[in-house]
């Protein structure tokens, strides 16, 4: 079984455009939802998104709902532990898919990483 795994300086996961997630609201609590649409950059990054290094400025205190781990998507999604990394693998396939396409170097190191 592959396990899910962030890969360095991709960041997919940080453009953050509500219109690309109309379903917001059905997983983020009302503070949650307030807190993600306050993070969105005029460009529908995150506004904590570092382009130049690929990187999350405020990664060690990002919000709950920027943590892969099973409490989080417990409370959101429902899923849980044992769902968690095939849930986790198939929703960065499908964001990295949509940011960067599909072939992508992205992709391709996410597949690297999760199926060695």
């Known amino acids: 079984m592959p396990t ?6 991709c960041g997919a996961c940080c453009h953050l ?3 690309d997630r109309p379903d917001l609201a059905s997983y983020l609590t009302a503070p949650q939802l307030e ?7 005029e460009d529908g990054w995150c506004i904590h998104y ?11 205190t990002r919000p709950d709902f920027c943590r892969v781990q099973p409490d989080t998507f417990e409370a959101m999604f429902g899923i849980g532990p044992e769902a968690l990394d095939e849930f986790a693998i ?9 940011i960067y ?6 992709l391709t190191r996410f597949h690297q990483a999760v199926y060695p």
């Open 4 to 9: 899910w795994q962030c890969v360095q300086q």
């Open 17 to 19: 455009d509500p219109t």
């Open 35 to 41: 807190r993600y649409l306050s993070l969105v950059g």
């Open 50 to 60: 570092n382009a130049a290094t690929r990187q999350c400025q405020i990664y060690e």
């Open 90 to 98: 198939a929703c960065c396939e499908q964001q990295i898919e949509s």
């Open 101 to 106: 396409g599909d072939p992508s170097p992205e």
